[in-house]
Antibody, heavy 117, light 112 residues
Framework: EVQLVESGGGLVQPGGSLRLSCAAS????????MHWVRQATGKGLEWVSA???????YYPGSVKGRFTISRENAKNSLYLQMNSLRAGDTAVYYC???????????WGQGTLVTVSS | QSVLTQPPSVSGAPGQRVTISCTGS?????????VHWYQQLPGTAPKLLIY???NRPSGVPDRFSGSKSGTSASLAITGLQAEDEADYYC????????????FGTGTKVTVL
């Protein structure tokens, strides 16, 4: 059974940093692209970052230069380093596995990040 | 910020058929990229409902179906059930500089 479990969320001040983790199990982690997707309270879904099997990374303009996605295949783990956080980054952050069709076929339960003074 | 447009809400009585539209542009759906649909029940993570425009993952009832034409796509739910009350999002890929993976604005389905 595929499982994705996020951790590391919490309250951080504007301008601060936070590192999210996602523990994967039930599949060959190194063989899949992985993503982070976020959702502000009461709002829609927003893709935040992706990392390919070769370690290539991708970001939308809203987080490029501030967020860094990484993976550690030996530990079946995905990470998101978030720097220069803003109030607008407040959201539940989901870890998701990339499917074969540029979809997201499995999702974690999410971890809440709150940026506030 | 969403690149794909969906109606904010749709509703129907149990047993009825409802459809949700997803309108994109020439840089995403119109460019030939596939459309996928997700169901998000209250308080839970999204779940893949339809992939590759019209394919259902194992375990998804055949009451759910998807289609795509031109710069738009649609999700249909036939035989609406109370458990289908949820938020639904379409998703595709965009070749513009604004981003790679894009989601729809989301649609709340209410079962009357």
């Amino acid at each position: 059974e595929v499982q994705l479990v996020e951790s590391g969320g919490g309250l951080v001040q504007p301008g601060g940093s936070l590192r999210l983790s996602c523990a994967a199990s039930g599949f060959t982690f190194s063989s899949y692209d992985m993503h982070w997707v976020r959702q502000a309270t009461g709002k829609g879904l927003e893709w935040v970052s992706a990392i390919g099997t070769a370690g290539d990374t991708y970001y939308p303009g809203s987080v490029k230069g501030r967020f860094t996605i990484s993976r550690e295949n030996a530990k079946n783990s995905l990470y998101l380093q978030m720097n220069s956080l803003r109030a607008g980054d407040t959201a539940v952050y989901y870890c998701a596995r990339g499917g074969n069709w540029k979809d997201f076929d499995y999702w974690g339960q999410g971890t809440l990040v709150t940026v506030s003074s | 910020q969403s690149v794909l447009t969906q109606p904010p809400s749709v509703s129907g009585a149990p047993g009825q058929r409802v459809t949700i539209s997803c309108t994109g542009s020439s840089s995403n759906i119109g460019a030939g990229y596939d459309v996928h649909w997700y169901q998000q029940l209250p308080g839970t993570a999204p779940k893949l409902l339809i992939y590759g425009n019209s394919n259902r993952p194992s375990g998804v009832p055949d009451r759910f179906s998807g289609s795509k034409s031109g710069t738009s796509a649609s999700l249909a739910i036939t035989g609406l059930q109370a458990e289908d009350e949820a938020d639904y999002y379409c998703q595709s890929y965009d070749s513009s500089l604004s981003g790679h993976y894009v989601f729809g604005t989301g649609t709340k389905v209410t079962v009357l």
